[in-house]
DNA sequence: AAAATAATTTCATATTTTTTAATATATTAT
DNA sequence: ATAATATATTAAAAAATATGAAATTATTTT
């Protein structure tokens, strides 16, 4: 559905005034594809990894194959995960680096 | 409940590795705390105009009263605005204004 | 071709979040 | 004291999201 998740976010919050409602319901939307335990972790951990395929993610993750496979689906909808096939394994991988800044900027802004 | 949400979500993004499930957890509670329209324009708002009363951001908003009260009484609850009240007003703030460059800092990345 | 493996999809259920309506509280004005 | 205004709370309904089980598809191995 979305090509780049992260792109279409910064997009919108680049434009995006308190008023324009339609836009903040949009930029919502894409926050709610990351804000889940879940969907953290898989984001965290193809960070580091770099790619990935659902059975070694389940390994990594402790997570429910059907349930993750969903978090997975979902979030390569949004344009957030990339997917490739290779033989019997989809190999999934972060689709924008970037989106790791969302967590790194928080992170790194100084604070008082 | 929580003293400031940013400070709080950047402690556990700092310590947070993709393997901690209660930290994710954690921050992804966090991130829901604004991952929604009304939200995002309520920030977005106060980002702007610093302090203002429930019927201001009403106006301003065009969001129903009780409605709009509940999502102020959560984002309050979860250390992201603050609350002072003068006579029959109940004037709200940004708890910390960093929080804005949670989207920020998406607008402002340079990508590819 | 059958069995095995990896992943997705479908469907039902549970949980969470959002929304609305009605009521309650707090403060000020009459 | 009563009425009016501003906001919060409670309770219920509606909508969205997450979860798990079972069935399905795709690919490889035997």
Redesign the interface.
């Known amino acids: 559905m979305y090509e780049d998740m992260?792109?279409h976010?910064?997009k919108i919050?680049?434009t995006?005034?308190?008023?324009n409602?339609e836009k903040?319901?949009e930029?919502?939307?894409m926050?709610?594809a990351?804000?889940?335990?879940?969907?953290?972790?898989v984001i965290?951990?193809l960070s580091?990894k770099e790619e990935l395929s659902v059975s070694q993610l389940q390994e990594?993750?402790?997570c429910e194959q059907s349930l993750l496979s969903h978090h997975l689906t979902d979030m390569r909808a949004k344009g957030v995960l990339n997917c490739r096939r290779e033989g019997k394994n989809c190999y999934y991988s972060l689709k924008?680096k970037?989106i790791i800044?969302?967590?790194?900027?928080?992170?790194s802004?100084n604070?008082n």
């Open positions: 992260f792109i976010l910064q919050i680049r995006m005034l308190p008023d409602t903040m319901e930029a919502a939307y926050l709610r990351i804000s889940n335990g879940t969907r953290l972790q965290a951990t580091e990594q993750l402790n924008n970037q800044q969302i967590l790194n900027c928080i992170n802004c604070c």
